[in-house]
């Protein structure tokens, strides 16, 4: 059977048919990118006596602390405050991080992320 414009119904249904097996096709890409942090012993980063630890490991600032973990230093503050992390602070008043700790909590940041 034709139709108005002279094309035949067989016609028309394949090119439906091939219009849906265009909008079927899906194309995935995954892209791995592995990033290694290096903290160099400066005069920010110092070794010190941890007392949860009980042992003399590398303590780092909180900002040095959030690039490590990859999350904001307000992050690191409130695990600070939450006891998630080991600290001291110095005679000056700084706030420093131990490493040792934050390893773990940066470990449950990317659980916590991939399950969001």
Known sequence: M?????ARDSDLEVAWQREEDVRRRH?????????I????????????SCEVCA??????TPAQAAVIAR?????????V???EVHFLETPEGSLLVCMSSLNPAAQEIKR???NA
């Open 2 to 6: 034709k139709t108005r414009a002279g």
């Open 27 to 35: 194309t995935e890409i995954a892209i791995e990118i592995d990033e």
């Open 37 to 48: 942090v290096v903290v160099r012993a400066t005069s920010r980063a110092s070794l010190a």
């Open 55 to 60: 042992n003399e490991v590398v303590m780092v």
């Open 71 to 79: 999350v904001s230093v307000r992050d690191i503050n409130r695990r």
């Open 81 to 83: 405050e939450a006891g």
């Open 112 to 114: 916590r992320e991939e």
